[in-house]
């Protein structure tokens, strides 16, 4: 038999080759990464019982709950005003929570290291594995990790527990929530890999024409056996690679970590900025014996920054005023229960208004928001401790600051110093210890913690007063501490003074600090209820008298004028510390307390309020009327938004206000006829009218240089007659997590916005979604925020969908009694 022998193609099979050898290392890349890290949300049971104390008696209890994380068992409980929580904890209750998930892990990963991790628990977290005791974490806000693998059954059962102790109240200032609130994973890599948080990428010098960019990566060996790998990073934009590092062989014994410093060149980097956030991923990879063992992911950007002692902020050569707010981490109807949509629609809102700036006011923030900060392009404070060790609260951080707080610090700079949007590290906020040589030693310590892991960034802590207040016409929180000098000021352990209110202050601050730069951490403390209005518009009130003070005077049914008219002791109007701030260069900025109302904290009421008045926004995500004052300062976007409604008596006297912006003047109409054009003037920031009322209708037309920018016109309401329905997204994905908020409006029958109408709203729902929030910013309502019916306050209200795995359509109807319903229908797609 002849055989044919076939002639080899040199070209042909070095192509085949090739492509086999490309199929293999993408397998193989895909694979390392793919399993790294996986979601571990789903499929949960949960047991709430103040009663059950040990391990032991909860393994035998029968009665679980099957859920999904993130959850937040607080946010179920009723509002009560006997809640040990307090109405400064939100009125709702905390509890002793257990978490149970069973679990098989394959065969296949007996020789890998497994662990979980866990982004948050609230709070006194303990974990076993099997039986196994893994570990505890008082900390609610801190994320951690805990290697299963010695523990676990591969190829078989496996039991997690996790218990979260959030009983001993009060233990915060604001709401705090309870349980598994935040996302955990399970983490599946190679014994020879990046260790946790190991990476560390710095831009040592930044130009337009070049970058350096430096790369430190902690390689850990959890094998029996010394091993030898090389190391890589390879630098993308995009899709695009754009640099990599050579390949660094080390050699790592048994059970050790070595780190490995790379230095690259980027040509015309595209820079971080707050307009546009550049983001680069820096794929590092570890080869053992010529396979790819294990792949890690650092998302960064280039950007130069410094603060100037004349000039502020400046970013990439550029000034920038950092225009920011306070947020605490709660996310009104949902709770603390961490949802990505839900944290990017509050970004996103506060973004519309010109923010530019988060402070993550008091904690560790969701790594979510930290993601979505670099994302969308904010100049982040983030900060560690409202406590230090005088506790301030009977059950809070002081209980464990002596044997946590290095360990806490340490792990919140690891976990977050490759963010591009943290300019800043806030390591305290309004610490008793700050008046006392004990604040300086402690703040010197932290500052030595911090710098220990990143020299690149600036600490800071929120005093109140940084400065030794002489003068009695400036009024501060703490009226005792006046006369005495601020010792953590004076420590030299801050890199920038924080100044958290005190804006009398401010322009003597070069005089104060000739060396060290300005931030206000904290200001203003306006408050409001949306859509609630008092005349006199110009008179301002002062409420509470003082913070220690039970406040006695306000009005019966907890409201607060939206006029920029009410302000704490403390703090100030919206407008008066934006003036200071706007004023002097050397100001670097401020965050403002704070973005968005949240549960807790209802100053300068009490029960039966259980929510704030300080948001610019409300709980339910509506603005108030402040929001534009800013939106007209910050923003391009032509701004002409007038207050208040127009629902009044005839002839009472009333005062109409505009804030705009790009325009020279704004004429006011009433009924066609005009009432006057006026301009802002000097440091003016709104117009006003005053004059008898007359229902109708109301317009303002704003014009530049003659011509008209804007016209706006609100009209007299009739009776409420039917709801409208609007959604923020009509069409979500269909992964169980996302959301639409559809907002309820109530109208009368020329669909006129009533804005008085706090009509009962009752919602249900068909299809691919479920109910997951209802609110309407109301700080008195006590409905539950899980329920299906709410109280709209003053004609709005808002209910928020979310969508199961499967796609298709959501299909809400809100109903009132007397009022025309109204259907939305929501598409979710895979
Ligand atoms: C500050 C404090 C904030 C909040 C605020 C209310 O003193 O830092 O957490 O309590 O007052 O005005």
């Given at each position: 038999m002849i055989t044919k022998i076939q002639k080899i193609n040199p070209r042909k099979t070095l192509c085949l080759l090739l492509c086999v050898f490309t199929f293999l290392v993408f397998t193989i890349q895909s694979n390392a990464q793919q399993t790294r890290k996986e979601s571990f949300n789903k499929n949960w049971q949960f047991h709430l019982n103040d009663e059950i104390e040990n391990r032991d008696s909860i393994s035998n209890n029968t009665s679980w709950r099957l859920l999904n994380l993130p959850h937040d068992w607080s946010i179920e409980q009723p509002f009560d005003k006997n809640s040990p929580t307090g109405e400064g904890g939100g009125a709702l209750a905390g509890g002793l929570g257990w978490y149970k998930k069973n679990f098989t892990i394959s065969k296949n990963n007996q020789d890998k290291l497994t662990s979980i991790v866990f982004d948050g628990i609230y709070e006194n977290s303990q974990v076993w594995i099997n039986g196994h005791f893994l570990g505890k974490r008082p900390n609610g806000y801190i994320g951690f990790e805990y290697n299963l693998t010695p523990y676990l059954n591969f190829g078989?059962?496996?039991?997690?527990?996790?218990?979260?102790?959030?009983?001993?109240?009060?233990?915060?200032?604001?709401?705090?929530?309870?349980?598994?609130?935040?996302?955990?994973?399970?983490?599946?890599?190679?014994?020879?890999?990046?260790?946790?948080?190991?990476?560390?990428?710095?831009?040592?010098?930044?130009?337009k024409e070049k970058a350096t960019v430096q790369i430190a990566v902690e390689v850990k060996n959890d094998h029996q056996k010394n091993k030898k790998a090389t190391v890589k990073t390879i630098f993308f934009l995009g899709d695009k690679e754009v640099a990599s590092t050579d390949e660094n062989k080390i050699k790592i014994s048994s059970n050790n970590k070595q780190t490995l410093t790379s230095s690259i060149n980027i040509s015309k980097p595209a820079l971080w900025s707050v307009e546009n956030p550049t983001l680069y991923v820096a794929l590092t990879q570890i080869w053992s014996k010529g396979k790819l063992v294990d792949e890690y992911k650092t998302t960064f950007g280039i950007r130069s920054f410094r603060f100037d002692l004349d000039k502020g902020f400046i970013l990439n050569n550029k000034q920038v005023k950092i225009k920011g707010v306070c947020l605490h981490h709660d996310l009104g109807p949902l709770g603390t229960a961490v949802n990505t949509r839900a944290i990017e629609r509050q970004l996103q809102i506060i973004k519309d208004m010109g923010v530019n700036g988060i402070r993550t006011a008091h904690n560790p923030p969701a790594p979510e928001l930290l993601d979505l900060c670099d994302q969308m392009g904010f100049i982040v404070m983030d900060e560690s401790f409202d406590i230090w060790e005088k506790s301030k609260t009977a059950f809070d951080y002081g209980n464990h600051w002596e044997a946590w707080h290095k360990k806490d610090l340490e792990d919140q700079i690891l976990r977050d110093r490759n963010h591009p949007s943290i300019f800043m590290w806030s390591v305290g906020n309004e610490v008793p210890e700050q008046w006392s040589e004990r604040g300086a030693e402690i703040g010197r310590e932290l500052n030595a913690i911090v710098k220990a892991l990143d020299t690149t960034?600036?600490?800071?802590?929120?005093?109140?007063?940084?400065?030794?207040?002489?003068?009695?016409?400036?009024?501060?929180?703490?009226?005792?501490?006046?006369?005495?000098?601020?010792?953590?000021?004076?420590?030299?352990?801050?890199?920038?003074?924080?100044?958290?209110?005190?804006?009398?202050?401010?322009?003597?601050?070069?005089?104060?600090?000739?060396?060290?730069?300005?931030?206000?951490?904290?200001?203003?403390?306006?408050?409001?209820?949306?859509?609630?209005?008092?005349?006199?518009?110009?008179?301002?009130?002062?409420?509470?008298?003082?913070?220690?003070?039970?406040?006695?005077?306000?009005?019966?049914?907890?409201?607060?004028?939206?006029?920029?008219?009410?302000?704490?002791?403390?703090?100030?109007?919206?407008?008066?510390?934006?003036?200071?701030?706007?004023?002097?260069?050397?100001?670097?900025?401020?965050?403002?307390?704070?973005?968005?109302?949240?549960?807790?904290?209802?100053?300068?009421?009490?029960?039966?309020?259980?929510?704030?008045?300080f948001g610019i926004v409300d709980l339910a995500g509506f603005p108030k009327d402040v929001y534009y004052m800013y939106q007209s300062e910050w923003t391009n976007k032509n701004v002409?938004?007038?207050?208040?409604?127009?629902?009044?008596?005839?002839?009472?006297?009333?005062?109409?206000?505009?804030?705009?912006?790009?325009?020279?003047?704004?004429?006011?109409?009433?009924?066609?006829?005009?009432?006057?054009?006026?301009?802002?003037?000097?440091?003016?920031?709104?117009?006003?009218?005053?004059?008898?009322?007359?229902?109708?209708?109301?317009?303002?037309?704003?014009?530049?240089?003659?011509?008209?920018?804007?016209?706006?016109?609100?009209?007299?309401?009739?009776?409420?007659?039917?709801?409208?329905?609007?959604?923020?997204?009509?069409?979500?994905?269909?992964?169980?997590?996302?959301?639409?908020?559809?907002?309820?409006?109530?109208?009368?029958?020329?669909?006129?916005?009533?804005?008085?109408?706090?009509?009962?709203?009752?919602?249900?729902?068909?299809?691919?979604?479920?109910?997951?929030?209802?609110?309407?910013?109301?700080?008195?309502?006590?409905?539950?925020?899980?329920?299906?019916?709410?109280?709209?306050l003053n004609g709005k209200c808002l209910v928020i969908v979310q969508a199961t795995e499967k796609a298709g359509k959501i299909e809400l109807t809100a109903k009132a009694d007397g009022l025309i319903e109204s259907t939305i229908t929501i598409t979710t797609k895979q």
């Open positions: 078989g059962e496996n039991e997690l527990l996790v218990k979260a102790d959030n009983s001993h109240q009060p233990n915060s200032r604001w709401y705090s929530g309870s349980g598994i609130y935040r996302n955990v994973w399970i983490k599946t890599t190679d014994k020879l890999h990046v260790n946790q948080w190991g990476t560390f990428v710095t831009t040592p010098s930044v130009s960034r600036l600490v800071t802590a929120a005093m109140n007063p940084p400065v030794h207040v002489t003068d009695k016409s400036v009024t501060i929180q703490f009226e005792d501490t006046a006369d005495k000098p601020n010792a953590l000021a004076g420590s030299g352990a801050l890199d920038i003074i924080g100044y958290n209110y005190a804006h009398q202050t401010y322009a003597k601050h070069k005089t104060n600090f000739p060396n060290i730069p300005f931030i206000a951490t904290e200001t203003t403390s306006g408050l409001q209820t949306r859509g609630y209005y008092e005349f006199p518009s110009d008179t301002t009130k002062v409420w509470p008298v003082r913070w220690d003070k039970l406040f006695t005077e306000g009005n019966d049914d907890n409201t607060v004028s939206a006029f920029d008219q009410v302000r704490t002791p403390w703090g100030s109007l919206h407008e008066t510390t934006w003036k200071i701030i706007k004023k002097h260069d050397f100001l670097s900025g401020f965050y403002i307390w704070t973005g968005f109302d949240y549960i807790g904290e209802p100053t300068p009421y009490v029960w039966p309020s259980r929510s704030s008045y002409l938004h007038l207050l208040p409604h127009w629902n009044w008596d005839e002839n009472q006297m009333v005062d109409v206000w505009a804030y705009y912006n790009n325009a020279d003047e704004v004429e006011l109409f009433l009924n066609g006829k005009s009432l006057g054009v006026k301009s802002k003037e000097n440091e003016d920031l709104h117009i006003m009218w005053r004059f008898p009322y007359q229902s109708g209708t109301l317009k303002a037309v704003s014009r530049k240089n003659g011509k008209v920018v804007l016209e706006k016109v609100i009209k007299t309401a009739d009776q409420p007659a039917k709801l409208k329905l609007s959604a923020d997204r009509l069409e979500i994905k269909a992964d169980g997590n996302d959301l639409s908020f559809i907002t309820v409006d109530i109208t009368d029958e020329q669909n006129v916005l009533a804005p008085r109408a706090n009509n009962q709203i009752y919602f249900s729902v068909k299809g691919a979604g479920k109910i997951v929030g209802v609110a309407s910013g109301d700080p008195t309502n006590h409905e539950s925020f899980k329920g299906t019916q709410h109280r709209a």
